[in-house]
């Protein structure tokens, strides 16, 4: 028994042990060749091919001589098959660098350090219009741009399991893995290889889908190759800037036809006492503009006041409602009724019953 326990002690161990080492990045995207592009945040990569015999890298400022200065920043390179370009080390020196040999002397171009950039657009596809952070007609196709300068770096391979991913939260708060085109065919939004920095998704998304509810979606999108969110969770960088997107069918700009109320008050002369009697006319005018007619317009009339219109609220939206309980109204009437016919009852009845 004891020794059947300190085996199952042991293997807790050892998963414990494993748990703790940190995730190293995995896939296709980790090797880089000499003179191949590096993004800040990366880790895990694999830069051997990239430094050759030497194991530091300095960078020089643009403009500065190679042969009678010293590198601006220097960092060693002790593991290059494990290699993490760092935001402190390399987040203020975008650009080449390059080897250096055993005497710190330039030995040729290593990699190019870049600063990542993310950004998400919609388009909508059946009119050909940018319409980020705006409204589409529902049933309109959608389609998403992505604007970036992460393209180079799903050149190095191929992978199924990184890449950027595409997040679209419905208004109810719930996020899609993936969305339906007009032939209803699913479309995922992981893992994303992108191959040009203003990539736009071949296939487009139905918004009239009924599976789509009416409403504000908002939408951004992320980069997690080689651990780069993680290391480097900047809005704009390795994650876009949250977008929205209105689907309905009523254009929000397109107001209600909402008529106001302009008192106008008029005096009547001739008269003794008092020396004007104000009259009140109510008339109403649409909210929007409306097209006018030429011809003599009808005399106002002083004689009588004209009655309120009734102002009919058209909400943008539209909320559900609970319905009022059918014959509620009629139940009343008929209590009501009863009330009255009770009431004369026991008048004529206390009447006649008086001396």
């Known amino acids: 028994m004891r020794t059947e326990l300190k085996i199952r002690l042991g293997i807790v161990l050892i998963a414990l042990c494993f748990l703790a080492v940190p995730v190293l990045a995995s896939g296709g995207y980790t090797t880089i060749k000499q003179g191949g592009t590096v993004y800040i945040g990366e880790q895990g990569l694999d830069v051997t091919a990239a430094m050759g015999p030497d194991s530091s890298v300095g960078w020089w400022a643009s403009g500065a001589a190679f042969a009678t200065t010293s590198p601006g920043s220097q960092v060693q390179v002790t593991t290059p098959s494990n290699f993490y370009i760092s935001s402190s080390a390399f987040g203020q020196y975008t650009g080449n660098w390059y080897r250096l040999d055993a005497s710190g002397k330039q030995d040729g171009i290593a990699f190019v350090v870049a600063d990542p950039q993310l950004a998400i657009r919609v388009i909508d596809t059946t009119i050909n219009l940018d319409v980020t952070n705006k409204w589409i007609p529902r049933g309109d196709q959608a389609a998403f741009q992505l604007d970036t300068n992460l393209n180079p770096l799903f050149a190095r391979g191929v992978s199924t399991t990184e890449g950027i991913t595409i997040y679209v939260q419905s208004p109810a708060g719930g996020t899609y893995s993936a969305l339906l085109d007009s032939a209803g ?55 876009s800037q949250q977008t929205s997107l209105l689907d309905q069918e009523q254009n929000p700009l397109i107001s209600v036809n909402v008529p106001t109320t302009i008192i106008i008050t008029k005096g009547i002369t001739g008269q003794a006492t008092p020396s004007s009697v104000p009259i009140t006319q109510i008339t109403s005018v649409p909210a929007t503009q409306i097209p006018t007619t030429t011809g003599t317009p009808a005399p106002i009339n002083t004689t009588m006041t004209l009655p309120t219109p009734t102002v009919t609220n058209q909400p943008v939206t539209v909320e559900t409602t609970t319905p009022k309980v059918a014959g509620f109204g009629a139940i009343i009437a008929v209590i009501s009724i009863s009330c009255l016919i009770g009431f004369s009852a026991l008048n004529r009845e206390h009447k006649s019953s008086s001396p």
């Open 185 to 239: 065919t699913a479309h995922s939004l992981l893992n994303l290889a992108i191959t040009s920095p203003s990539y736009q998704t071949p296939w487009s998304w139905d918004t009239g889908n009924s599976q789509y509810v009416t409403g504000t979606y908002t939408i951004w999108a992320k980069c997690e190759v080689n651990n780069m969110y993680n290391n480097y969770g900047v809005a704009g960088k390795t994650v």
